[in-house]
Structures are given as structure tokens and as C-alpha cells.
């Protein structure tokens, strides 16, 4: 489910490279630039670490949606996306290609 998420996510970004900036904040952001994208990435982290040491519990859920939406738009920026992530988590957990599509379908 997580997967399927970023993965259809993954694809609206890359929709957005087309679309209008006055229309999409996402090609808003990219109409901007790296260094625009780079700040949203750093003002997200900083609100992530605020909501955590805040101790709410679903403001910390919140934060780390704004951190991941925002990584995944600087991803995409870069002609990266979520899989190549993926794959290197799971090459870190000792996943070999094969284990780790096997994986995925079984969740
Ligand atoms: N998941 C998100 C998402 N999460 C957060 N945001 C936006 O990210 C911004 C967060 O910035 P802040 O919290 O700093 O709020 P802000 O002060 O309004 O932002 P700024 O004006 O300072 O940039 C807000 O404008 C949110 O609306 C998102 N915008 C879009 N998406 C997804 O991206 C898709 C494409 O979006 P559009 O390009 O707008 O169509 C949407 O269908 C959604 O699925």
C-alpha cells in the first residue's frame, strides 16, 4: 500500500513537469528551481524536528508528510524517484533485486 502511494504520487510529479505553475503548486515549485525546492526540504525538516520534540503525536504524522511530499518533489526535480530510494533501503537490509520485488508484492 505505502508503495503503491508513492508510486502513484511519483507519477503526478512527474505529470506536474508539464502542467501550468499558476495552477499547480508542484509546478509552482518547479518553475522556481533547486533552490526554492531546497528550502521547502529544509523548513519541512525543521518543522518535523519542532513537531517531534512537541510530543504530538498526529502534528508529527503531519510534518513528516509535508518532509516526504517535499523530498519526493526535490527527487523528482532530479529525474530520481521513490524506487531508487527503495531499492537502496533495501539493498542496506540485505534485499537482492528478485527478494525485494518478491517482497513487495507480498505486502
Ligand atoms: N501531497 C501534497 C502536498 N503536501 C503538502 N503540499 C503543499 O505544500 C505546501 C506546504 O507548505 P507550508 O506548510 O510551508 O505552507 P505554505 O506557507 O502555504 O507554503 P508556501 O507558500 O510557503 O510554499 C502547501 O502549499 C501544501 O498545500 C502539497 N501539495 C500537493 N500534494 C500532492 O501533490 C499533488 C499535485 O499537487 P498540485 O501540483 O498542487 O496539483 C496533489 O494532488 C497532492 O496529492
Not at 503548486?25 to 533552490?35: E, H
Not at 523548513?43 to 518535523?48: D, F, I, M, P, S
Not at 512537541?54 to 524506487?83: M, S
Amino acid at each position: 500500500m505505502a508503495d503503491d502511494v508513492l508510486q502513484r504520487l511519483a507519477a503526478v510529479l512527474e505529470a506536474r513537469k508539464q502542467a501550468d505553475p499558476q495552477s499547480s503548486y508542484v509546478a509552482s515549485l518547479y518553475a522556481k528551481g533547486l533552490d526554492a525546492i531546497l528550502k521547502k526540504v529544509g523548513e519541512e525538516a525543521t518543522e518535523t524536528v519542532i513537531a517531534a520534540k512537541g510530543g504530538e503525536r498526529e502534528q508529527l504524522i503531519y510534518e513528516t508528510a509535508d518532509l516526504w511530499f517535499h523530498t519526493l518533489v526535490l527527487l523528482a526535480h532530479q529525474g530520481l524517484g521513490p524506487e531508487d530510494v527503495l531499492a537502496e533501503l533495501a539493498r542496506r537490509f540485505g534485499l537482492s533485486g528478485l527478494e525485494e520485488k518478491a517482497a513487495r508484492q507480498n505486502q
